[in-house]
């Protein structure tokens, strides 16, 4: 088992192409024929062209936020690959090419920075729980959902992620101690980007790296290139092998770099250096995969054209996002309280007026 080859304390990181896309672990390479390789890298670019796209539509006013997944796509679209329909999946907010292989539409996803509840509603999505922005507050109900898994006897596993900031939070510690101690399916994913916001990774733990908190649960955990395609579908292959055959969570640091901001209200040149952004550049997992893929002879495809597909499907859903049925101001106060207190009514108020001021000047 590849958790016991690397193991945590000895810091190593398993990987199986280099930033060349030259393979340097061949025994350990998944059985992935071409065609599915091929299809992986499509579903990377495509990600990335909907980052691209939903941050230029920020940029024009159109969309409140979001935050973009640019250099990390290679983590969620290999768990896309692994996860089955039945499987859960509990997201945080930065793992798009697995919401999209679960089912949910980009028009979703930008109806819900639109600030629209429709965008929560996956309608093709089985399994799946909403975005959760606050930090680790979700890994509880994973963990909760393992033990279900359990109680029922089902033949599912839970697929959940994290950032490296989400590991300070005790909603970490609750959920990592719970599902081990409950033996529960759950493959807990921390996408070590570096960063939290602007708080670099040494200024969030003194621990080696973030896979080694695996020990301290008793559970398997590996630190593994999270820019590196092959490598993450054998460790999803081999954490959901493991969680399905009744022997608790594992736990996987997918050591990544976050390429672009936070989220679009975030400027990160304040907090770090163009060598730094040069250097994480060499790693880039679409360039690694493309640079495999070219070494193998394996692509046919005309790019350009094929990201000109991309942008007018994904601006068509960007287009339909913006004319859904406009959510009423009553549904953001309505639910939670018989009788509106007091500070809720000013806020209201406050936002009715601001409508108004709005539309005068149309
Ligand atoms: C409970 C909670 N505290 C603080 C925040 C504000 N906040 C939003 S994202 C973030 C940093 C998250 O960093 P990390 O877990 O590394 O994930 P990343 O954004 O890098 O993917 C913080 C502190 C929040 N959303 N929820
Ligand atoms: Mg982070």
Known sequence: ????????????????????????????????DDETVVKAYKAMLYARTADEMAVSYQRQGRMYTYPPNIGQEAIS???GMIIREKDWLVPAFRELGAWLAKGVSLKEIFLYYMGNEEGSNFKNANHMLPF??????????????????????KDEVVFTFTGDGGTSEGD???????????????IFTVQNNQYAISVPVRNQTKSINLAIKSYAYGIPGIKADGNDFFAMCAAYKQAAGYA???????????FTYR?????????????RSKDEEIEGEKTDPL??????????????????KLLEEFRIEIDQQFSEAENFTPYRLEDVFQYTYVDLPDDLKKQKSEYEQFLKWKESRK
């Open 287 to 304: 360039k690694r995969m493309k640079k495999f893929i070219d070494n193998k002879g394996i692509w046919k495809e005309d790019e350009e």
């Open 132 to 153: 959760s922005v606050p930090i680790g507050t979700h890994l509880l109900h994973a963990a909760g959902i393992g033990y279900s898994i359990n109680y029922h006897k």
């Open 172 to 186: 970490f510690a609750e959920a990592l101690n719970f599902a081990a101690v409950w033996k529960a399916p759950v």
């Open 244 to 254: 399905k055959a009744g022997n608790g969570p594992v736990l996987i640091e997918a």
């Open 77 to 79: 679209v290999a768990a």
């Open 259 to 271: 390429k672009g901001a936070h989220t679009t209200s975030d400027d990160p040149s304040k907090y």
């Open 1 to 32: 088992m590849i958790f016991k080859d690397f193991d945590p304390k000895e810091d190593k990181i398993f990987r199986i192409i280099d930033n060349e896309g030259v393979v340097i672990n061949n025994e350990l390479m998944p059985d992935i």
